[in-house]
């Protein structure tokens, strides 16, 4: 397996009295992984360890290779970052402010200038280069932010709630410059965010983080593969059929005549063979089979599963999805 360009062991960190992070260990593989946690969750406060902005207070990190705590300087060159706040200076021009960025970053005065004009461009505000930052709306802030991010050409972008305070167009198009940063210019993302839709539609990689400690990490396909099964409903016999799934090793939950039954220890079960032990079962048992239908899983749903010991209430959930509790 490729290095990974994050790998954190049992990272810990505390404010004072309180512990904001508990136990962070993750492998971040390159692409776009999204950093998925209700407000509050930590996952700023992990940023700021990435950059080496804040000093741990146990386990083991890695960034591009290297410990932020004792190579910051060197790792904050290959790293780009839009912070969550839009606290920019109002007077100062976007092409001025992202050049002076990339020139922090170690680019000459004469390649920091022409990267600048570049990145806003890439992110559609080449026309409005050369506007003041007061006088740009949030959507054209956030973009100026992310030009700051990727001008110098890092290895890593980390973004922190990027889509804040845009309205539903201006998010898809931010989402869209993230999705081409990632997968037609290669830079490997880490986006931190409290919605899951828009982790779910961009992102390759998920890490899930509650309560100040990692509760899911990997690809979406293994986070939502890992839960996909069936959902039966009977008439009758449900006891019978039950025995006889479990009988070659399928999990099988029960709520009343619902049935929601998922690959367990059985060998070589996929979709298919997984509807045939079903429809089997049934027939031996002549029992009657009102509905039988594939139990597709979300992200939200591996978040809510991941999070229940931690008791998810109904804000948690307005956070996660943008809808009303």
Request: hydrophobic share 40%; with cysteine; proline share 4%.
């Given at each position: ?66 410990d932020p705590t004792t190579a910051g300087p060197d790792i904050r060159a290959r790293i780009g970052y839009s912070p969550e706040h839009h606290h920019l200076p109002a007077d100062v021009q976007a092409a001025d402010l992202v050049r002076h960025l990339a020139q922090l970053h170690g680019l000459p005065f004469q390649a920091s200038t022409e990267r600048a004009s570049d990145a806003l461009w890439m992110v559609g505000l080449g026309e409005e280069r050369f506007r003041p930052i007061g006088t ?190």
């Amino acid at each position: 397996m490729a290095t990974p360009v994050i790998s954190a062991s049992s990272v810990a960190k505390s404010f004072g009295s309180t512990q904001v992070l508990t136990d962070v260990s993750m492998q971040v593989p390159r692409g776009i992984t999204g950093l998925l946690g209700s407000n509050g969750a930590g996952k700023t406060t992990f940023l700021s360890l990435v950059l080496g902005l804040e000093a741990r207070d146990g386990g083991d990190l890695q960034v591009l290779g290297a410990d932020p705590t004792t190579a910051g300087p060197d790792i904050r060159a290959r790293i780009g970052y839009s912070p969550e706040h839009h606290h920019l200076p109002a007077d100062v021009q976007a092409a001025d402010l992202v050049r002076h960025l990339a020139q922090l970053h170690g680019l000459p005065f004469q390649a920091s200038t022409e990267r600048a004009s570049d990145a806003l461009w890439m992110v559609g505000l080449g026309e409005e280069r050369f506007r003041p930052i007061g006088t740009m709306s949030t959507g054209q802030r956030q973009r100026v932010k992310l030009a700051a991010a990727i001008a110098h050409d890092p290895e890593l972008v980390l973004l922190d709630e990027p889509t804040d305070g845009l309205d539903p167009v201006q998010r898809d198009e931010m989402l869209e410059l993230i999705h081409r940063i990632g997968n037609v210019y290669g830079i490997s993302v880490m986006l931190s965010s409290h919605l899951l839709d828009e982790v779910e539609r961009i992102c390759d990689h998920v890490v899930i983080i509650a309560n100040g400690s990692v509760r899911q990490a990997g690809s979406l396909d293994e986070l939502r593969g890992a839960n996909v099964g069936l959902l039966v409903e009977l008439d009758s016999k449900v006891d019978e059929v039950v025995a006889s799934l479990r009988s070659v090793g399928l999990n099988v939950g029960i709520d009343g005549s619902r049935l929601q039954v998922q690959a367990g220890t059985a060998p070589l079960v996929d979709g298919w063979s997984m509807h045939d032990l079903v429809t089997d079962a049934v027939a031996a048992h002549g029992a009657g089979l009102r509905r039988l239908v594939d139990r597709t899983v979300s992200l939200e749903d591996v978040f809510l599963e991941s999070n229940t010991p931690f008791g998810v209430n109904s804000d948690t959930r307005s956070q996660l999805t943008g809808a009303p509790t």
